[in-house]
Nanobody
Framework: QVQLVESGGGLVQAGGSLALSCAASGSIGSINAMAWYRQAPGKQRELVARITSLGSTNYADSVKGRFTIARDNAKNTVYLQMNSLKPEDTAVYYC?????????????WGQGTQVTVSS
């Protein structure tokens, strides 16, 4: 089992910044990927940013140039720095970890943290 604990959400004005963090504990595989997803009211959950255990990253087009994902493997922690926030970034943000076991994988999700951007 893997436990994920997110922190750092809150309320910010448009144009402002927030930083999220997510600490993982438990059975963390040596080959894994951590990611942030978000879900706004009435919308589907979407991938925001992803980083592998080797440091490879990818971002949703909507956040490229504004958000930065990073990780500290020694602390099993992933971070999401969000700059130039827009009201449309308002959502519940979820941290995930995917453990890879050869050809199979298993996903774990955090409880979510609310990010609200006021206009």
């Amino acid at each position: 089992q893997v436990q994920l604990v997110e922190s750092g959400g809150g309320l910010v004005q448009a144009g402002g910044s927030l930083a999220l963090s997510c600490a993982a504990s438990g059975s963390i595989g040596s080959i894994n990927a951590m990611a942030w997803y978000r879900q706004a009211p009435g919308k589907q959950r979407e991938l925001v940013a992803r980083i592998t255990s080797l440091g490879s990253t990818n971002y949703a087009d909507s956040v490229k140039g504004r958000f930065t994902i990073a990780r500290d493997n020694a602390k099993n922690t992933v971070y999401l720095q969000m700059n130039s926030l827009k009201p449309e970034d308002t959502a519940v943000y979820y941290c995930t970890l995917k453990n890879y076991y050869g050809s199979t994988s298993r996903d774990y999700w955090g409880q979510g943290t609310q990010v609200t951007v006021s206009s």
